[in-house]
Nanobody
Framework: QVQVVEFGGGLVQVGGSLRLSCAAS????????MGWHRQAPGKQRELVAA???????NYADSAKGRFTISRDNAKNTVYLQMNSLRPEDSAVYYC?????????????????WGQGTQVTVSS
């Protein structure tokens, strides 16, 4: 069973920085993409940033220029450096790990989620 655990949330003032970490373990198959999503009260969960095992990254428009996602493939760990934080960045941040496997010649993916970590940006 794949486990995904997040670290690093907390309370920060506007303009401050936080670094989130996430480690995935227990997979016998390769982990392709890892990423961060967030969900604020009353809103849908949204993608913040993601990175593939090959290093390709994808950012939400709101994260571009302020957040940086990075990854240590050997440790199946992904990091999210968040700078210039705004009150609207306040949310529960969830880490996601996408496992890839093949069966009968077809490619399948399973997604695993962490429990989430709270980020609160105070003004």
């Amino acid at each position: 069973q794949v486990q995904v655990v997040e670290f690093g949330g907390g309370l920060v003032q506007v303009g401050g920085s936080l670094r989130l970490s996430c480690a995935a373990s227990g997979s016998i198959f390769p982990i392709n993409a890892m990423g961060w999503h967030r969900q604020a009260p009353g809103k849908q969960r949204e993608l913040v940033a993601a990175v593939t095992s090959g290093g390709n990254t994808n950012y939400a428009d709101s994260a571009k220029g302020r957040f940086t996602i990075s990854r240590d493939n050997a440790k199946n760990t992904v990091y999210l450096q968040m700078n210039s934080l705004r009150p609207e960045d306040s949310a529960v941040y969830y880490c996601n790990a996408e496992v890839v496997y093949y069966r009968g010649g077809s490619r399948y993916t399973d997604n695993y989620w962490g429990q989430g970590t709270q980020v609160t940006v105070s003004s």
